[in-house]
């Protein structure tokens, strides 16, 4: 083996020369290295390398991520470089001047290209570079700093931050203490995209308000086959439905936004793409600049499906080769969004099918309880890359013919399957009331259990709803007549719906004056899977903010196989005026998966003075409109959206300055 020849070798054409000769490597004089290897052809020695390797250079760039014993024996190893004291430079001034350095060590015209929260590894740092990072940046301040520097401090800003004393973006945060019992978990912000068009909560409610059904024909994107669809469900390959719910733009994603290559957004499995996107939207919606958070302890619990994007990718050629596992593994699925903001808090995946966006939404509560974050996202995303599900359940037995899901009702004859996601912004009373955060719900009990060995693996059991649904209300420390109304899991199924409303009769039914309401967003737009339950938390809390339990659609004749006389539930047949009674308004929200998890939730409606009205009461003859996006095509989308909503001037150009993200 031989290091590079100088003149025409390989590294010399490929215009390796000067990358290596900050490795260590010096190029080989070419009579010289030819005499040497003849020299050593006639040797005895099973391996030689020849090169001329400036030692101690080498050992500087080799070990900048990690120490290495062998060339510790062949070289002095220098001691350890801690940080000295900060400069005098402002943080602005740091920030600058790190993103010049850095552009320069890149051979970049100016700092532009360097993005002050963008990884260096992402930026195109590797070893190498890394340590002539570190030498230009402590040759312009005077700040010793380690050769892992650019390791441990994984962002310009971050790096800035060091040289200025201003460590606090690298500190661990401090933990907080577990939540007092009058310190409840609230919703403090939420972001949706489903069937219909909806790309926020607004709109998700006047959907459900308008008594829309969502359910459209199969997409023609996706590369589906043609044939999909076949009326006999023993045909293989084909869809008893030809309809369902799918979202608009199902394959768009703004990768330039989080600084993601075309090549690698291109890999990721597109509920990766959404849920990051929904999860920026929710936080904004909170009033929450994602910016801030970095460096917090914001935790992330998210939920999907199992998806088979990888296949799609194989079968379509496509060369995405070092981003298809990240972009494809479950686990994934949080990390992105805590690698992409800077979050801190615990990131978990979850995947108990249809119930994991609420499972996602009982394990964020009790993290934020227990003081293990101070700030959760909590949803979960569905995106069917290939009519797998369809064909799947075709076989059993469980779709509907026209894919719409007749919660309840006496014509329910299967599932309908559709897409969605959903996510939403929680934390601690106390928290979001320090901070301004608006309070849309208070998240009053959550409860998970298994239904065990149960009549079936994917059968549902009542009575493991009924124990769920009575742990929820013993966490809440509520009796089942405190509860108003529960927006079910309804799947519309001839064995699902009577599982479930006999359960609800059981535990809700009894002993109450006014007889619990009844409902499924499913009736509107489907079986969005993981992310159901997520959109069902939407839905109640929405209601409860409008004082309205809007109608189940295709449920005008209850279903026959349930004893309604058993108990007082009544399906929400027509729209319910919600009035106030003295106490808050409460909702019941339910997720069953057919792996057997079960989830209860139970929504409280916030005092009165809890949710925040941006710009109320204040009287001003002109209203600046603040607008910032990542690019001027955006700028002009963002200036479109603001002014179709200028009825209210005032609380426009509040939420603009309060909630939107300061952008480029």
Known sequence: AWGPWAGTGMAHAAGELAGLGRLGLRPLDPDRAARALLRELGGTDPVVVLADVDWAAFHRAFTARRPSPLLSGLVSAPEPVVATAPTDLTPAQAVKLVRALAAEVLGHADATAVGADTAFRDLGFD????????????????????????????????????????????AAPAPTAAAPDDDPVVIVGGACRYPGGVTSPDELWQLVLDGTDAIGPLPTDRGWPADLHHPDPDHPGTSLARHGGFLDGAAGFDAAFFGISPREALAMDPQQRHLLEVSWEALEHAGIDPHALRGSRTGVFAGANPNDYAAVLAAAGEDVGGHLGVGNAPSVLSGRIAYTLGL?????????????????????????????????????????????????????RAMSPDGRCRAFGAGADGTGWSEGVGVLVLARRS?????????????????????????????????SQQRVIRAALADAGLSPSDVDAVEAHGTGTALGDPIEA???????GQDRAEPLRLGSLKSNIGHTQAAAGVGGVLKAVWAMRHGLLPRTLHAERPSPHVDWSSGRVELLTEPVAWPETGRPRRAGVSSFGFSGTNAHVILEQPPAAAERAPGAGQAFPVHALPLSAASPTALAVVAQRAAGLLDDPAALAAALADTRADLA
């Open 502 to 508: 006999e359960a609800l009769l059981a535990v809700y």
């Open 127 to 170: 070893s190498l570079t890394a340590v002539e990072l570190r030498d230009r940046v402590a040759g312009a301040t005077g700040v010793r700093l380690p050769a892992t520097v650019v390791f441990d401090e994984p962002t310009p800003h971050r790096l800035a931050a060091l040289l200025t004393g201003d460590d606090r973006a690298g």
């Open 431 to 463: 928290t979001a009331e320090a901070n301004g955060y608006p309070v849309l719900a208070v998240v009053r009990g959550t409860a998970v259990n298994s239904d065990g060995a149960s009549n079936g693996l994917t059968a549902p059991s009542g009575k």
């Open 344 to 396: 801190e808090g615990p990131a978990l995946s979850v995947d108990t099918a249809c119930s994991s966006s609420l499972v996602a939404l009982h394990l964020a509560t009790r993290a934020l309880r227990a003081g293990e974050c101070d700030l959760a996202l909590a949803g979960a995303a569905t995106i069917m890359s290939t009519p797998g599900v369809l064909v799947e359940f075709t076989r059993q």
